[in-house]
T-cell receptor, first 114, second 113 residues
Framework: ETGVTQSPTHLIKTRGQQVTLRCSSQ?????VSWYQQALGQGPQFIFQ???????GRGNFPPRFSGLQFPNYSSELNVNALELDDSALYLC?????????????FGQGTRLTVV | GEDVEQSLFLSVREGDSSVINCTYT??????LYWYKQEPGAGLQLLTY?????DMKQDQRLTVLLNKKDKHLSLRIADTQTGDSAIYFC?????????????FGTGTQLKVEL
């Protein structure tokens, strides 16, 4: 148990729909990162939020967006879903945006787009 | 550029040592990590090494870093069936633009009796 919880654990969406994934960070952590892990691949960095602002982004289109709330929990929103968006979405929380503090990962949300 | 490569699969017998290898391309990497992922689970940090170190030992785990060749390895001594999982190496750059991890494709370790 890392103290990072994600919801839902699984969901199925239709191509073109929108989805919101949620992450509750570990107590005391002010930084949340989101990763996409396609089947058989390593996780790919989507973006990072620090104190409610995005402060780093990977090579993902604008239809991937996020929010971080005052309690440091976070959402990942994906619009206009495509079949290739099917993946495990992981969030990780840490204390501090740039220091080498340990990132604690949640169990992930398995998204299937049909 | 950023690219982290690993061999896909490794099979060992219980009690033997396992060595998982990784190569990376970004010489500016500050920290290098090893993560473990069990089926249906998130990522668990096993150990990490700072880029100015050559070796780090932590109980059964030994990390070796060859910065000249950009090669990282993880040795697991006395491998147990519970070590069966996918192992990812990852690198990070500490920048003002966030602390992103770049992962390899993962090595599936299978431990046989």
């Amino acid at each position: 148990e890392t103290g990072v919880t994600q919801s839902p654990t699984h969901l199925i969406k239709t191509r073109g729909q929108q989805v919101t994934l949620r992450c509750s960070s570990q107590s005391g952590h002010n930084t949340v990162s989101w990763y996409q892990q396609a089947l058989g691949q390593g996780p790919q960095f989507i973006f990072q939020y620090y104190r409610e602002e995005e402060n780093g982004r990977g090579n993902f289109p604008p239809r991937f967006s996020g929010l971080q709330f005052p309690n440091y929990s976070s959402e990942l929103n994906v619009n206009a879903l495509e079949l290739d968006d099917s993946a495990l979405y992981l969030c990780a929380s840490r204390q501090g945006a740039s220091e080498n503090t340990e990132a604690f990962f949640g169990q992930g949300t398995r998204l299937t787009v049909v | 550029g950023e690219d982290v490569e690993q061999s896909l699969f490794l099979s060992v017998r219980e009690g033997d040592s396992s060595v998982i290898n990784c190569t990376y391309t970004d010489s500016s990497s500050t920290y290098l990590y090893w993560y473990k992922q069990e089926p249906g689970a998130g990522l668990q940090l096993l150990t990490y090494i700072f880029s100015n170190m050559d070796m780090k030992q932590d109980q059964r785990l030994t990390v070796l870093l060859n910065k000249k060749d950009k090669h990282l390895s993880l040795r697991i001594a006395d491998t147990q069936t519970g070590d069966s999982a996918i192992y990812f190496c990852a690198e990070t750059l500490l920048t003002g633009g966030g602390n992103k991890l770049t992962f390899g494709t993962g090595t599936q370790l299978k431990v046989e009796l």
